[in-house]
């Protein structure tokens, strides 16, 4: 069972165009995190979020929280090149599992063309 | 500072023998988890210590599977005897507490002919 939907899952665009990548669940998470990942490498943390409707910002890219803790959205402006990569968001303690317990979403391979 | 060290980077190896792979944590973390990623299936938590101590294994697929963290900075994943599907990407991260950011290795390409 795929407690994460993350969508979509490959998004190929111009260099300097906007993208969101969304991620969804029917669980409450006591946090969500989201995660890039280049070839031959682990996933590295961009964020955490932890309130219900919290918005953090990260240069270009802005991550928020749905209210209800259930959802997730990475929104990129002015992509570049550099932003090419899986971008993962990760959802911790759904559903009452161990606390620390990461539930990955299925990734989103992002490529933005010069 | 060190990140997490994870060896070998490749292995290649044939149906039914045993794999070894280890994992060193970044120092003071309580925290160890070991994942396995594929295409299919994405990334998948398999088993995570705290302490030293196997706090979740439900994710282990079998018991071809077993993990081990005889001491705090040192951590082992086995497969004997190994199968063509368990071919994938295994990484291990380690963590200061369960709500802190994990910290990965750079994983191991574990290839079962």
């Known amino acids: 069972t795929q407690l994460l939907e993350q969508s979509p899952q490959f998004l190929s665009i111009q260099e300097g165009e906007n993208l969101t990548v969304y991620c969804n669940s029917s669980s409450v998470f006591s946090s969500l995190q989201w ?3 280049e070839p031959g490498e682990g996933p590295v943390l961009l964020v955490t979020v932890v309130t219900g409707g919290e918005v953090k910002k990260l240069k270009r890219l802005t991550f928020q929280f ?3 803790r259930k959802d997730s959205s990475l929104h990129i402006t002015a992509a570049q090149p550099g932003d090419t ?7 911790n303690g759904a559903g009452g599992t161990s606390y620390g ?4 979403g299925q990734g989103t391979i992002l490529t933005v063309h010069p | 500072d060190a990140g997490v060290i994870q060896s070998p980077r490749h292995e290649v190896t044939e149906m039914g023998q045993e794999v070894t792979l280890r994992c060193k944590p970044i120092s003071g973390h309580d925290y160890l988890f070991w994942y396995r990623q594929t295409m299919m299936r994405g990334l998948e938590l398999l088993i995570y210590f705290n302490n030293n101590v196997p706090i979740d294994d439900s994710g282990m697929p079998e018991d071809r599977f077993s993990a081990k963290m005889p001491n705090a900075s040192f951590s082992t994943l086995k497969i004997q005897p190994s199968e063509p ?3 994938a990407v295994y990484f291990c991260a380690s963590s200061f507490l369960p709500n802190q950011p994990q910290h990965f290795g750079d994983g191991t ?4 002919l």
């Open chain 2, 85 to 87: 599907r368990d071919s």
């Open chain 1, 66 to 68: 749905g209210d209800a």
């Open chain 1, 35 to 37: 995660y890039r990942q």
């Open chain 1, 101 to 104: 317990k990461l539930t990955f």
């Open chain 1, 85 to 91: 990569g899986l971008y993962l968001c990760a959802g």
């Open chain 2, 109 to 112: 390409r574990l290839s079962i």
